[in-house]
Nanobody, 123 residues
Framework: VQLQASGGGLVQAGGCLRV????????????MGWFRQAPGKEREFVAM???????DYAGSVKGRFTISRDNAKNTGYLQMNSLTPEDTAVYYC???????????????????WGQGTLVTVSS
């Protein structure tokens, strides 16, 4: 499975942005996660959606970000609202065929990764 993340860009604080993750094949049974990595920081979990559409969010984005998926298009989305400069990062999507829920926030639990898309939030 190859993943292509897109939709990043420059947005002002308080604005919104939607990033997408297109898969090269059928990901119906895969869980999808979004992670981000800010300059000088480690990669961190943002959100996850299971094949059954169960979702999980990092506390820092809960209530502002929404993860979703369109299995017919083999595409996942991360809608980001009320953005702050602290959300500036490269956003990566990843999928896992047999995600262990207890590890859903851990990067090594995912099998395939996209190349990342840069989101910059200006103050």
């Amino acid at each position: 499975v190859q993943l292509q993340a897109s939709g990043g860009g420059l947005v002002q604080a308080g604005g919104c942005l939607r990033v997408s993750c297109a898969a090269s094949g059928d990901i119906f049974r895969y869980a999808m996660g979004w992670f981000r990595q800010a300059p000088g920081k480690e990669r961190e979990f943002v959100a996850m959606i299971g094949w059954n559409r169960r979702t999980d969010y990092a506390g820092s984005v809960k209530g502002r970000f929404t993860i979703s998926r369109d299995n017919a298009k083999n595409t996942g989305y991360l809608q980001m609202n009320s953005l702050t400069p602290e959300d500036t990062a490269v956003y990566y999507c990843a999928v896992s065929r047999q995600l262990i829920l207890s590890r859903s926030r851990e990067a090594p639990a995912y099998d395939y990764w996209g190349q990342g898309t840069l989101v910059t939030v200006s103050s």
